[in-house]
């Protein structure tokens, strides 16, 4: 089913909100991963606000899809994602990689209720995901496994492993979602290790290959659906995505791959975002 143009409108703005709040926890903490949480505000909203079966209240509801960080560096996403959605207080953002948070600088699945995994180690998170997958199967559930991962991390080999395991399993229940955002933390993909051509990688390994512009809400949404629907092979969805989105001044810079706001910029920064956000909810009424 398509988004209606109100639901489109207001899946943007809370992409906007949640923006905000990755600016706003990247600079309390001084330290963290700004372009990548950035680029996934859009597909994280989608998601947590759309698209996956989940519960705020009950996060251990056994039939929930389960979403999987492979990339645990882009966690701030997922955080501000998350309280928006109401797993926790929208305050506790602020306590973003202090000692005893629950909110570290990559996800600890004990520390926090809705964590699936604890990430790290890049290239890890699609094999966990493929474990989930199959012993949904096994256990005859109804849920889907979405894996989010970033296109530098398609440089690892276990990643290629699990894509074998998930093609002979015929995990029609997991699927992955590549942040294809041409940077990593010292260069352009394609300069560092290039994995071009990339669509082909994956579909020689039995993948339905979905490409979209991960910033188009109906694209995320009709993309998820048609995973969702797909039967007899697991999906996986580029999403090309530009690094930093929503602050032009920092957009497709590899530099800020792991670098966090200064105070002023933050105030320049979410000026400019409450500016969009006001002309688009004007626009709403025009």
Same mark, same amino acid.
């Given at each position: 089913?398509?988004?209606?143009? +109100? ?10 909100? $949640?923006?905000? %709040?990755?600016?706003?926890? *990247?600079?309390?903490?001084? %330290?963290?991963?700004?372009?990548? %949480?950035?680029?996934?505000?859009? =597909? ?24 999987? *960080? ?7 996403? !997922? ?22 948070? !629950? *909110?570290q600088g990559h996800p600890e699945r004990t520390h926090l209720p809705g964590l699936e995994t604890t990430s790290g180690p890049l290239g890890s998170g699609l094999s966990q995901a493929a474990g989930m997958a199959y012993a949904a199967k096994m256990d005859k559930r109804n849920h889907h496994i979405f894996c989010l991962m970033s296109d530098g991390e398609m440089q690892a080999g276990n990643i290629w492993e699990a894509a074998m395991f998930a093609h002979a399993h015929a995990l029609d229940n997991l699927i992955g979602i590549v942040d294809r955002n ?13 994995? /071009?051509?990339?669509? /082909? ?6 993948? !339905? ?26 999906? $996986?969805? =580029? ?16 530099? &800020?791959?792991? +670098? ?8 320049? &920064?979410?000026?400019? *975002? !409450?500016?969009? +956000?006001? +002309?688009? %909810? ?5």
């Amino acid at each position: 089913m398509q988004l209606t143009e +109100k639901q489109k409108r207001n899946l943007e703005l809370q992409a906007i909100e $949640v923006r905000q %709040s990755i600016i706003d926890m *990247l600079e309390d903490a001084g %330290s963290g991963h700004t372009a990548g %949480s950035l680029d996934m505000a859009d =597909i994280f909203t989608a998601l947590y606000f759309h698209v996956a079966k989940h519960d705020p209240k009950n996060p251990e509801w056994p039939e929930r899809d389960r979403i999987i *960080l492979s990339n645990g560096h882009i966690v701030p996403v !997922r955080y501000a994602t998350m309280a928006h959605a109401g797993y926790f207080p929208i305050q506790e953002l602020k306590t973003l990689r202090t000692f005893g948070s !629950r *909110l570290q600088g990559h996800p600890e699945r004990t520390h926090l209720p809705g964590l699936e995994t604890t990430s790290g180690p890049l290239g890890s998170g699609l094999s966990q995901a493929a474990g989930m997958a199959y012993a949904a199967k096994m256990d005859k559930r109804n849920h889907h496994i979405f894996c989010l991962m970033s296109d530098g991390e398609m440089q690892a080999g276990n990643i290629w492993e699990a894509a074998m395991f998930a093609h002979a399993h015929a995990l029609d229940n997991l699927i992955g979602i590549v942040d294809r955002n041409y940077i990593q933390i010292n260069g352009r993909t394609e300069d560092v290790m290039p994995i /071009e051509p990339f669509a /082909e990688k994956w579909e020689s390994f039995g993948w !339905r290959v979905i490409e979209i512009n991960g910033h188009r809400m109906d694209a995320i949404v009709e993309a998820c659906e048609a995973a969702k629907a797909h039967t007899g092979s697991p999906v $996986v969805i =580029i999403a090309h995505t530009i690094p930093g989105k929503g602050v032009p001044e920092i957009e497709f810079d590899h530099e &800020w791959h792991g +670098k966090a706001p200064s105070q002023e910029q933050q105030d320049r &920064w979410l000026k400019d *975002l !409450r500016t969009l +956000k006001g +002309k688009m %909810s004007a626009s709403h009424y025009e």
